[in-house]
């Protein structure tokens, strides 16, 4: 499990020094960018999950304009930090398709919970991580998971498999295994490509598969994982369907 990437845009030092404190508790921060251009670097360099952004950056409106970049090229959650209370700036943050605006000076509580609602927002999944003590929601090929009070992402190509516990899901990966809110039969849904169902309790990744093995009715996986394969599905392999499909 990784944390999850900050990038915040904050031209006053103190006020980025505070912020970077604040947010270094819980998430990884790529770097307080002080103008535009600084922040567009940062951006392709480290591909951050979320940005937090000061709205008037050397008096002009740069936090709006690099909110705007982003979402030309790969849009991600967009948090503004702002004193303004002009129309002007306001329709530009309404523009922007940013989560919210919270004014300065930052309250570490609020912003940790802005930053989860503007995850659930993102992917269009209200309530998944503010609400759930093991939520998850996927946005690209990623998995954002809480865990406690703390929010982790992992890489859906480092799962080896999931096993159903009634509403709950164990993601199995390399060394390490923890519980989801989220049923088997949904979590199919979200990557149909990369993850196949073995058994009613089973969804293993067809990507780090090692061998099939009919007689004993199990999938070993490149972990040396053993997974089980209902009679149904060894039925269709006799028959040489395409299960993968």
């Keep these: 499990m990784k944390k999850i990437k900050i990038l915040i845009l904050e031209d006053h030092t ?3 020094e505070l912020l970077e404190e604040i947010l270094t508790e ?16 940062l951006y392709h360099l480290h591909m951050p999950d979320v940005v937090v952004l000061d709205i008037f950056i050397n008096d002009k409106r740069e936090g709006i304009d690099f909110a705007n970049y982003i979402n030309k090229n790969k ?3 967009i948090l503004f930090l702002t004193n303004a209370k002009d129309r002007e700036t306001f329709k530009g943050i309404k523009n922007s398709n940013a989560y919210n605006y919270l004014p300065k ?3 570490a509580f609020v912003i940790k919970v802005n930053i989860e609602l503007a995850l659930e927002k993102f992917a269009n999944q209200y309530g998944e991580l503010s609400t759930k003590e093991n939520g998850v929601i996927p946005i690209n090929e990623d998995l954002f998971i809480k865990k406690k009070d703390s929010l982790f992402k992992i890489s859906k190509d480092e799962i080896y498999y999931l096993e159903a516990d009634d509403k709950y899901c164990h993601i199995h990966m390399e060394e390490s295994k923890f519980l989801i809110q989220k049923s088997l039969t949904s979590f199919s849904k979200e990557f149909p490509d990369t993850f196949f169902k073995t058994h009613r309790k089973f969804l293993v990744n067809k990507n780090l598969i090692h061998r099939i093995d009919i007689v004993d009715c199990a999938i070993i996986l490149k972990n040396n994982a053993v997974v089980p394969i209902s009679q149904r599905i060894k039925k269709e392999m006799k028959e040489g369907l395409n299960i993968f499909t």
């Design 105 to 107: 000076p930052v309250d």
């Design 75 to 77: 849009a991600i959650p």
């Design 14 to 16: 103190e006020e980025g």
């Design 26 to 41: 819980e998430y990884e921060v790529i770097g307080v960018a002080t103008n535009y251009v600084e922040a567009v670097g």
